[in-house]
């Protein structure tokens, strides 16, 4: 749901990028992230019991949507590491976005330990659920993860993401919103913050969000797809209508 010229992936990593990559992940283009794959890709098949190596691989396969194979090596890094909570939460993100979202449940509950709970686990585990359509218990588990790090702005942005799924745009919003504020919100935070603004019709504040980080193409391609989901869904539309009333 995030967006970027109206087709951006979610920019993570797991483990730590190797120095010789000359840009951060998060400020890469597509052909970028291509080179970069490419580059991990040839350092994780030289020594594939590599953890960080896999890892990292793993996450930029999935960055330029090759879930498939992203899926592949994160299997033979949880073989190679069967405790390791890093690869078991980075295993059950590739099972995910691979579609196997029990099996991937099932990754994140084994990785995650009740004496000492981790808030990215519990984080993960709402994505999971809230892809299963297990709302209530998605944002049981966002709230988890709060309990552990408060004010957290990824959790945050998971969770008013969570109320966008169900199309509770105000509740959304003032998640996101309060998400903005805390220290540490990254672009992927703000642009689903944009995302719900321009949901509610109000495009010009979404394109002023939006443009804070995108280029003005970005931005007014995001705002356009906007414009076109609220035309041609009646329901979005009508909240949209809902909205501007009350403004």
């Known amino acids: 749901m995030l967006l970027t010229s109206c087709s951006s992936t979610s920019r993570e990593t797991t483990g730590s990028i190797p120095a010789n990559l000359n840009k951060p992940v998060e400020a890469m283009t597509q052909p970028e992230l291509q080179a970069a794959s490419r580059k991990i890709g040839d350092a994780y098949a030289k020594s594939p019991s590599d953890r960080n190596a896999g890892l990292n691989y793993a996450a930029l396969l999935r960055m330029t949507g090759r879930n498939a194979q992203a899926l592949a090596v994160m299997q033979q890094v949880a073989i190679r590491n069967p405790t390791d909570r890093i690869v078991l939460a980075a295993y059950g993100k590739a099972q995910a976005a691979a579609g196997q979202f029990e099996q991937a449940l099932s990754t994140i509950n084994r990785a995650q330990t009740p004496d000492r709970p981790d808030w990215k686990l519990e984080s993960a585990k709402g994505a999971i659920l809230d892809q299963l359509g297990r709302t209530e218990e998605a944002r049981l588990a ?88 609220l035309s041609q869904d009646n329901s979005w539309k009508k909240l949209a209508n809902a909205d501007e009333g009350t403004n």
């Open 142 to 229: 966002y709230r988890s993860a709060l309990d552990i790090h408060p004010n957290e702005p990824s959790v945050l942005s998971n969770l008013g993401m969570s109320y966008l799924l169900t199309r509770d745009l105000r509740t959304a919003e003032t998640y996101l919103r309060s998400a903005v504020a805390q220290p540490g919100a990254d672009s992927r935070v703000r642009q689903n913050f944009a995302l719900v603004v321009g949901l509610q019709g109000r495009f010009q504040e979404a394109e002023n969000i939006a443009r804070q980080e995108l280029t003005a193409e970005q931005a007014e391609a995001n705002v356009a797809y906007l414009k076109g989901m």
